[in-house]
């Protein structure tokens, strides 16, 4: 279907394409303009995390405003994408490969969570805050690979697919607490006396789980048993098989911020 979309060129770096977009700047309606300026700031998103990692501070503080900005337009596509199926076919067309793949798996992903997840009331509020630094994040999801042989990067898509990073600090419709959005009682059983709302707890906590649940052996059993929907577990997977594609995948997530959807359209709840 994207015969010959790979070889097409990027274009060259401007001062435009370095410049961060504004929070809420206008998508382009057009394939040919959202394509050419998604690659424009997917680029200038790689850019940047390059610069954050030279900068050797990813265990301290915020992502700076230029990773910030790129990764919160890029997550806007994706949405803009996941809602408008014809819009979605024509842009992947004329993305390169790079992009184009790793752009259609968030989509999908997008749209299962999307078909999972009912429309939040107008009334409702949420509770959002920070997220841990991404070093930190980091060094809980491998110290709980480590110690329960679950994949990082498969619980850094369980954290992003659960509360975008702890930046969502609302209980669930059934109650579900904490960066890994557990159950008490399911707490109790695997939680090893941690607090729930605590990020190395509840990371640590949900490496136990899939793990007697089934990881490393089957992640679909696992995450099954996590939330039993095989829309969950598509969106979780392909998440994981993103993050664990390069060095920086992971970064191009971290500053993805909490969309809620209502019956009025979505309102984005975190971010600048």
Wanted: aromatic share 8%.
């Amino acid at each position: 279907a994207f015969a010959g979309a790979g070889s097409k060129a990027r274009p060259p770096a401007t001062a435009e394409a370095a410049a961060p977009p504004a929070p809420n700047e206008p998508l382009p309606q057009d394939p040919q303009a959202l394509a050419a300026r998604l690659i424009q700031v997917s680029d200038g998103l790689d850019a940047a995390i390059a610069d954050w990692l030279r900068a050797g501070n990813l265990a301290q503080g915020t992502a700076p405003d230029a990773v910030t900005l790129q990764g919160l337009y890029v997550q806007r596509v994706d949405r803009f994408l996941a809602h408008h199926r014809a819009l979605a076919s024509s842009t992947l067309r004329l993305l390169p490969a790079d992009l184009r793949h790793s752009t259609a798996n968030s989509v999908a992903a997008l749209r299962d969570l999307m078909r999972l997840t009912p429309k939040s009331p107008k009334h409702r509020r949420f509770k959002t805050g920070p997220s841990a630094p991404a070093g930190q994040l980091l060094s809980f999801y491998r110290t709980a690979q480590r110690r329960f042989g679950v994949r990082w990067n498969v619980l850094a898509a369980v954290n992003l697919v659960e509360t975008d990073f702890n930046r969502i600090r609302s209980s669930s419709s059934a109650g579900a607490q904490g960066p890994m959005q557990f159950m008490a009682s399911t707490w109790r059983v695997y939680g090893l006396g941690g607090n729930v709302h605590d990020p190395h707890d509840a990371i640590i906590g949900a490496a136990n789980y899939l793990h007697r649940s089934g990881a490393p052996g089957s992640y679909h059993q696992a995450l099954y048993h996590y939330n039993p929907s095989p829309l969950y577990v598509d969106a979780v997977l392909r998440y994981a098989r993103q993050i664990a594609s390069g060095p920086r995948a992971f970064l191009r997530f971290y500053p993805w911020q909490v969309f809620v959807r209502t019956s009025s359209g979505e309102r984005r709840l975190t971010g600048p």
